[in-house]
């Protein structure tokens, strides 16, 4: 019989296994421990997280606004909200404007950014709902267990994911360079492979970022709200994106095996 595909819960249950076994260790109080962090970073971090969730609902609202009513449609719309993110992300990143002033570019950054998806997201609505609603909770588990590794590990334990980042964006460039280049038709940017990869760098950079904002907060006395707030929204985003590509890849190779078997 024909090797059946890994479903997407196969696939999760990899990428965590040696992450849930790594500790060996039955107690939970030294398990979420943060020792090696201090109150401010705490505080901090309780600070980022909770405009986090704004920004994430922001950007929910922003998408449904936009498959529902259908407003900003088309490459010039899209331009003009690609404009107007770049300008807001400059304002959000501008450390001589007052916090306030910053957080609420940031809020138009979310809303922004759920506008520009929501036309994808109300095609893949109509389409097949199920891997919406999949995809939402798929990368709800992965941000939550991949922040998790990075607060309750050691500091600094994760911070050689930058040069592994690095390493992986640089070659996937190069191979997409390549194949627009002299044309592969046979190496497709969307097959399963490819997102497998691609969906890895999005949970290593939310590893990396986390550890990086703690470290700055540390020993740099960065504690930058709007910045870090930013830098992790970009990150789930992001994370999203990508599970919801795996998901309508795995749909799809399901539909075609079926054909062929019929």
Same mark, same amino acid.
């Given at each position: 019989?024909?090797?059946?595909?890994?479903?997407?819960?196969?696939?999760?249950?990899?990428?965590?296994?040696? $992450?849930?076994?790594?500790?060996?260790?039955?107690?939970?109080?030294?398990?979420?421990?943060? /020792? &090696?962090?201090?109150?401010?970073?705490?505080?901090?971090?309780?600070?980022?997280?909770?405009?986090?969730?704004?920004? =994430?609902?922001?950007?929910?609202?922003? /998408?449904?606004?936009?498959?529902?009513?259908?407003?900003?449609?088309?490459?010039?719309?899209?331009?003009?909200?690609? %404009?107007?993110?770049?300008?807001? =992300?400059?304002?959000?990143?501008?450390?001589?404007?007052?916090?306030?002033?910053?957080?609420?570019?940031?809020?138009?950054?979310?809303?922004?950014?759920?506008?520009?998806?929501?036309?994808?997201?109300?095609?893949? /609505?109509?389409?097949?709902?199920?891997?919406? %609603?999949?995809?939402?909770?798929? $990368? +709800?588990?992965?941000?939550? +267990?991949?922040?998790?590794?990075?607060?309750?590990?050691?500091?600094?334990?994760?911070?050689?994911?930058?040069?592994?980042?690095?390493? %992986?964006?640089?070659?996937?460039?190069?191979?997409?360079?390549?194949?627009?280049?002299?044309?592969?038709?046979?190496?497709?940017?969307?097959?399963?492979?490819?997102?497998?990869?691609?969906?890895?760098?999005?949970?290593?950079?939310?590893?990396? &970022?986390?550890?990086?904002?703690?470290?700055?907060?540390?020993?740099?006395?960065?504690?930058?709200?709007?910045?870090?707030?930013?830098?992790?929204?970009? &990150?789930?985003?992001?994370?999203?994106?990508?599970?919801?590509?795996?998901?309508?890849?795995?749909?799809?190779?399901?539909?075609?095996?079926?054909?062929?078997?019929?």
């Amino acid at each position: 019989p024909k090797p059946q595909n890994p479903t997407f819960t196969n696939i999760l249950i990899i990428i965590n296994m040696e $992450t849930i076994f790594k500790s060996g260790t039955t107690d939970l109080a030294a398990v979420f421990k943060m /020792a &090696d962090v201090s109150d401010k970073t705490k505080t901090h971090l309780t600070k980022v997280y909770g405009q986090l969730a704004v920004c =994430t609902a922001l950007c929910a609202a922003g /998408a449904y606004l936009n498959a529902s009513i259908l407003f900003a449609q088309g490459w010039i719309s899209m331009i003009v909200v690609m %404009i107007g993110l770049g300008y807001a =992300t400059w304002q959000v990143c501008d450390t001589y404007q007052p916090e306030q002033h910053r957080m609420n570019w940031l809020m138009a950054v979310a809303f922004f950014k759920g506008m520009m998806i929501g036309p994808l997201l109300h095609l893949v /609505a109509e389409v097949e709902p199920e891997i919406l %609603i999949n995809a939402v909770i798929y $990368t +709800s588990i992965m941000f939550a +267990s991949f922040t998790a590794v990075s607060l309750f590990s050691k500091r600094r334990s994760y911070l050689f994911l930058g040069g592994v980042i690095s390493t %992986i964006m640089t070659s996937l460039f190069w191979f997409t360079l390549g194949t627009w280049l002299f044309g592969f038709k046979s190496i497709a940017l969307d097959n399963l492979q490819y997102l497998l990869i691609t969906l890895l760098v999005a949970c290593m950079y939310v590893v990396y &970022d986390t550890q990086l904002i703690i470290e700055r907060a540390e020993t740099m006395n960065e504690r930058d709200v709007p910045k870090h707030t930013l830098m992790l929204f970009i &990150d789930l985003l992001d994370l999203f994106l990508k599970v919801l590509r795996v998901l309508l890849e795995l749909s799809d190779q399901k539909k075609k095996k079926k054909r062929n078997d019929d």
